[in-house]
């Protein structure tokens, strides 16, 4: 993918932050969490209702200028996927939207950084056009197309009062259940969704 802007989950914390959004103590256990291997930072903010889907997307777009579309609205042709690491998409909840030649469109959760898009284009050998979704609609697509059986939960939605053993849980959750949605990816599952 070649930007003018480099998309990055430090520039929409500082957003968030500035904007009184979200706790900035929380955006930074969330960026932490997310760097260590734990859910993207979208999807972490969003189950741990830190901020609304619709809110965080709506930022996204006014933030980079990029357009806003959903699953909902638009159905992913499933020719888009074709020889795609359904892994890779699971993991970071992008949806291939649409190919044309060698232009792949894809819906991020919210937003994907530009390095995760860099190594979508990478491993596939498309260019990337990177349209925002959201992190709710984007899963339950991949859930119904890429995985035998709902996934569970990347946290539970809960009542945090901003105490570390509160954030501590919720981190704790998350990298549980996102073992556990590596564990239901198979070597069978993996191939064309069709």
């Given amino acids: 993918m ?12 500082e957003v968030l932050a500035e904007r009184g ?13 997310s760097a ?6 979208p999807e972490a903010l969003v189950t741990a209702n830190l901020v609304a889907d ?16 959903t699953v909902g609205i638009a159905e992913p042709d499933p020719k888009a996927s074709a020889g795609l690491d359904t892994a890779f998409l699971i993991e970071n909840g992008i949806v291939p939207l649409s190919r044309h030649g060698r232009l792949l469109t894809v ?10 898009l860099d190594l979508l284009a990478g491993k596939s050998g498309l260019s990337i056009l990177p349209i925002v979704g959201t992190v709710r609609t984007n899963r ?16 539970p939605p809960l009542e945090l009062s901003g105490t570390p053993d509160a954030w ?6 998350a990298d549980a259940a996102v073992l556990l949605d590596l564990k239901h990816v198979t070597p069978e599952n993996q191939g064309d969704p069709t």
């Fill in 2 to 13: 070649k930007s003018r802007q480099r998309l990055e989950y430090g520039r929409l914390a």
């Fill in 21 to 33: 959004l979200v706790d900035s103590r929380a955006l930074q256990d969330a960026l932490q969490f």
């Fill in 36 to 41: 260590r291997g734990g859910p993207p930072f």
């Fill in 54 to 69: 619709w809110e965080l997307s709506r930022l996204v777009c006014e933030l980079y200028g990029l357009p806003f579309l």
């Fill in 107 to 116: 819906l991020m959760p919210s937003l994907a950084p530009t390095e995760t």
């Fill in 140 to 155: 339950q697509w991949l859930e119904q197309h890429f995985v035998a059986g709902p996934l569970p939960a990347v946290a």
């Fill in 168 to 173: 501590s849980n919720l981190f704790d959750v």
